[in-house]
């Protein structure tokens, strides 16, 4: 038992050596030179920690401006985070030991699916996986299923979602990509869909976002960075402006608050651009050892890869996701009180990521018309997918905090589905 906690707490929570040892094990299949392997092997985990580097930037970057935007416009309400929820899981209901062994247990169902039917999609996206077995393992419990059943059940459903988000979505991708080398690891899946039936009814014939053409003086901007900066400077300014100088003293020491708020918002940009060359390196080197996998152990398998792997296909369509699902969000957390619901913040985290991907989907479909509609539905859809979920987590003893990826909330529906199946027979 130690040993199998050893290798869950080590390295299949650590997604950059699963991903390292996945090109490793493609590699030795094909019979490479043990030079290539070497070299294969360690370039692929380089280039997926160089895009966890930009991730992390970003992210530091979007918690100031989360906290100084809700300061600065007096939102109060439920946070959407699954981090928190993950947290109170392991430590207030002692449940960190089933949420490891689920997590496994996710991946060998995913594999064992892959491997015995048409779906060859191989979930890579450690850190999503771990969300999705912690909301299988909490709800779960909730049902009344202990030990070894809820293992299992919180593996084959959180094993059935891994396996059947990428498929679902794959058409999409396909189209984004322009092949069948990769698929989309990310469990918010449903809310992509969702934006991009939406944009394709309501941008026919609609250009692209990345079409779009600018005066000469402004053709600086066509810089996918330049173009970001030009965004995300004014938006980082003005909530810090809003905030004042108090609120902001908290981040920004001796700097004065604008400048700090000025350079917040290009350390945002530098995050974009390391996210940018880590895709860059990891794509090159993870699409080919991937055969070797293909072949040998999942015949035809596709890897199944985190959301930024898509953002350099349609860079423009990224930011107006960004916008335009906060607006959405911001939009449905005014409407959930009049539905009876709780008030759930605007995540900009998620909105970023999500919302980012979600504008890919919408403008491939539906062009820049179909991005701007579908993503403030996508706002919503994301917001009140939460906000119907946080009663039954306060039910468990979740106070003020609910889920953010749509597809671990599904899961969470599918739990209580059942436990009212159950409860009628």
């Known amino acids: 038992m130690a040993v199998l ?59 100031y401006f989360g906290d100084i935007f809700k300061a600065a416009f007096g939102l109060d309400g439920i946070v959407a985070s699954i981090e928190g929820i993950n947290g109170q899981a392991m430590n207030e209901l002692g449940l960190g030991s089933e949420i490891a062994i689920t997590l496994a247990g996710i991946f060998i169902v995913n594999v064992i699916i892959a491997r015995f039917t048409k779906f060859k999609y191989i979930f890579l996206t450690g850190q999503a996986l771990l969300w999705e077995a912690t909301l299988c393992v909490v709800f779960a419990y909730y049902c009344g299923l202990r030990g070894v059943p809820l293992i299992l059940a919180g593996s084959v459903v959180g094993g059935f979602f891994a396996t059947m988000m990428p498929a679902f979505a794959q058409p999409i991708v396909k189209q984004i990509t322009g ?17 991009a039936l939406v944009a394709k009814l309501t941008g026919k014939n609609s250009k692209s976002t990345e079409e779009i053409k600018l005066p000469k003086k402004l053709e600086f901007m066509q810089d996918t960075y330049l173009s970001v900066m030009v965004v995300m400077i004014p938006l980082y300014m003005i909530a810090a402006g809003f905030a004042g100088p108090e609120v902001c003293a908290e981040y920004c020491g001796n700097t004065n608050f604008m400048v700090h708020a000025f350079l917040q918002a290009m350390q945002f940009v ?51 996701g960004f916008i335009f699902t906060t607006i959405g969000s911001i939009i449905g ?81 599918v739990f209580m589905l059942f436990k009212s199946i159950v409860a009628i027979f």
């Open 270 to 320: 530098v995050g974009v651009y390391v996210l940018m060359s880590g895709v860059r390196m990891l794509l090159a080197e993870i699409v080919p050892a991937f055969q070797g996998i293909s072949m040998k152990l999942v015949p035809n398998s596709v890897p199944a890869l985190d959301c930024p792997v898509l953002f350099p296909y349609a860079p423009n369509a990224v930011i107006f």
């Open 333 to 413: 957390m005014f409407l959930t009180p009049l539905f009876g619901l709780p008030m759930v913040l605007p995540g900009v985290l998620s909105n970023f990521f999500a919302g980012g991907t979600a504008g890919i989907f919408a403008n491939k479909v539906g062009g820049r018309r179909g991005a701007i509609i579908g993503c403030i539905a996508h706002g919503i859809f994301i917001t009140f997918l939460p906000a119907m979920l946080s009663p039954m987590l306060a039910d468990i003893g979740f106070i003020a905090t609910t889920c953010t990826d749509v597809d671990t909330v599904v899961t969470a529906f």
């Open 179 to 195: 092949s069948e080398d990769i698929a989309l690891g990310h469990l918010c899946t449903i809310g992509y869909m969702f934006t």
């Open 5 to 63: 906690n050893f290798i869950i707490n080590n390295i299949l929570t650590q997604a950059a050596i699963i991903i390292a040892l996945i090109a490793c094990l493609g590699l030795i299949l094909q019979k490479k030179p043990v030079g290539t392997v070497v070299s294969g092997t360690l370039k692929t985990m380089l280039g997926f920690m160089v895009l966890s580097a930009g991730s992390a930037v970003i992210v530091s970057s979007l918690i």
